[in-house]
């Protein structure tokens, strides 16, 4: 039963390296850009989705629901060990489409604001474009020490089905890294 | 057959590419599972190849069996799941094909088309209604400050009911309402503000329109600014409620277009879905039939595993194992027949081993029988030999080959006639002779001549080996040296005749010695030719004198006293040989260590260098030298003498140191049979080492006295 055992020793440390593996290439299909600004008080991010705005747009135009979610991680960059985060923020917006109106109806989850728009290309940027969204206070951060923000955005079309393994496992569609230091 | 599961886990590879879940594809969970499971399964049958290329030595009994019977089963239903799952495969896509088939499609566009027509002719209707209310001057006035609430209100319900409005409002600049009519009660005191359309339709002068969703249904709102001289002074406000069953069904066309496209858009992750699906079941399966498989052929190979794990331990010589008999069927019938097998293996391996017992211990007998006798014939000092029936020696001890100094060819299996050549002719002749008698034994005396010259005396006997007590038959020689006892029986009647003529001749000899002395002086005047009769006296005495001396020799040699050994020095012997014989220049006497020391009788051993001395002297013409030393080895002390004169004929070397053998005209031949003698007593010898050039005599002796009783 030995060689039992070690096999499945020897494949479950195939499989960790696999989805070690696999992770990356999910994520590296991202196109998408990332900038860090810093003013006096707040650090902000813009950032924006590549590739994944046109399939948000025909989602939208077929009047599927679509929403993203921006999981914003802040981390302090440390070389011989895991990075110590810092900030952790997820902002879920939401675009329900009227077909009949031909209007767009934005939701941001995280605020509560609607709006209707009438505009397709207002609801894919409102969806696909994060612009100076402020992360977390300037006061947190040391100003000699190197930061990295981490922006992890998953597309999701039709309503939201949150899985048992979504808490574990973020399918992300686009991974967004920016290092950063305060001046 | 070994590289069937390299082929499958190659298979398997090939398909977990084929499956492998797209970066963008949403199988979910399900696809990685799968994935997994065919790497797992891979893996394993990679594992299991590799081993088995790569396994040498006996694998364990009943496990390749085992693995086949495995690999049969999942290869079995193999083939068939995958011929499953290619026609799900397909059949899901003719579904997708026809479900998303392209009428269908047009079909929901024109529907969609059809409610959002209705919907756009309804904001058309009223925004067409609302312009003619943009400059209404009763309502310019009233929202222009000079408002009478009643007419006012009289004439905006005028306006809903011609217009077919559910609600009409009017606000001022400051979104203040000035007043408003609506079918059925007031829901809320408080207005409802204005919305962002409403204000951007006062701010920009244009009337707009937008729905809304209620509690009791959706509803159209009209913005309609009212516009004074110069600019824009208020807002009117409609609401016309949507008819129920045509909203109702807009929404459900675009509800299903909706849905329609949502599954379009995930048209590709539906197939893949239901591959995994799919590829989930038949994994399910292939796991489950080789759990089963492997508990069905596990049960099944057991009890060959079993008997051939025993086959294994009967070929290594274990006849104690027995097989638990667990069923009746074909394998029960094996295990009883190997259990049987073994039984009887294990009677016969017992008979055997106990002959086996037997056979060892007599063979042990007959082992210590053979030392014994080898041991014996190794100790004896009789020469044996065993010839068998064809005249072929069979057996030969040590004593025999150092009795009759046999040549090397004389080994075992040699024939007896043909290797008795030269001077062991008569050993050949006295088999013959044995062999051709009528009696049982035989027995002779002869000599034969060694190839050192000498002759040794031999007493052979023969016997006849009965042939009906073994089944060998030959004849058994034994031949003894007796030369030291012929030659002691030699020496023995020798003393016995000395004894007897001392006894007989010595008496009268000295008054025959006397008369001729007494004749000579008295009857010498007498006589007339006195040369004569002084050579006829002295002729006597002379005789009689050589008669004495013979006498006294024979005498000396039949009472040869005891040697009364002491410790004497070498030297001091040498030194006296010196003194004794310097009268010869020719003689050179070489003075050894003083610290050589003897346990000898020094007078007997001075009568043997003098008689040894003395021959070299007489043998040896003027000016031939001699020379007198001595050396010294661990046990012994050699003295020789050495001349360099004529040397020692072969014939008379052989018998030179018999009793009255001598070269000499007037020797008693005594001499050396004395010295002989002398040495003998002393527990040494005396040796010719060479007969000529030079002739050189040797007396050995042991420097220490043997111990009492040795």
Redesign the interface.
Known sequence: MY?MRS?WV??LL??AG?LLFVRP?????EAGSLQVRADEQVVQCTAELGTQSKAIA??LK???DAATTWHIQVARVREYWLNDGIADITVIRRVE???????WQLVDDASGISQ?VYNLDDAVRFLSRLELFPVLDRSLLDSTMPYRMTVKVEVH??EIKA?W?SSIWHPA?AIMQQDFKLQ | MRLVPLFMAAVLIFVTVLVWPS??GDV??LGWINV?VM??LS??LL?YGM?LLRERTEPKPGSRLRAKLVVGLVGLLLVPAMVIQLAASQMVERGMDVWFDVRVDTLLDRA?NL??GF?ERLEKDMKRSLLGYISDGVLVAAVGGNMEYLATTAYLTEIREREGWQKAELFDLNERQLGGVQVGELSALEPEPLSDAARLSMRLGRVAT??KTGADGEVAVGYAPLIGTTSVVGLLRVEMKLPAGVIQN??SV?SD??NY??L???RQAIAQTFTHVILFVTLAVLLLAGLIGLLFARRLTAPIGDLAHALHRVTEGDLDVVLDEMSQDELGSLVRSFNEMTSRLRHHAGAIEQGQQDLTKALDKSRQRQFVLESLLANLHTGVLLVDGSGRVRLLNQAVRDILHLPVNWVPSVDLLQASQGNLQDIGDFYNELKHQQEEHLQREFDISLPDSRLVHVLARGARLNASASDFSGYLLVIDDISELAEAQRNKAWAEVARRLAHEIKNPLTPIKLSAERLQRRFRAQVDNHQVFDACTQAIIAQVERLQRLIADFSTLARMPQPKIRDVSVNVLLREMKDLFHGYRRIEVRFCDEQWRCACDPDQVRQVLINLMDNAVSASDDGVSIRLYASLSDAWVEWHVEDDGDGIDEAAASRLFEAYYSTKASGSGLGLAIAKRIAEDHHGELLLVSTAAPTHFCLRLPRYAAEEGA
């Open positions: 060689w096999g020897g494949t195939l499989m696999l290439a999910v994520a590296a299909d025909m989602a077929d009047g599927i489409p009227d077909l009949l109106s031909r209007s209707r079309h039709g899985a393994w569609q | 970066a963008d979910g969970i997994t790497l797992v893996l394993l594992r081993r969609l409610a959002q919907y937008e729905l807009a929404r675009e277009y909706r496209r949502q379009e858009h995930n």
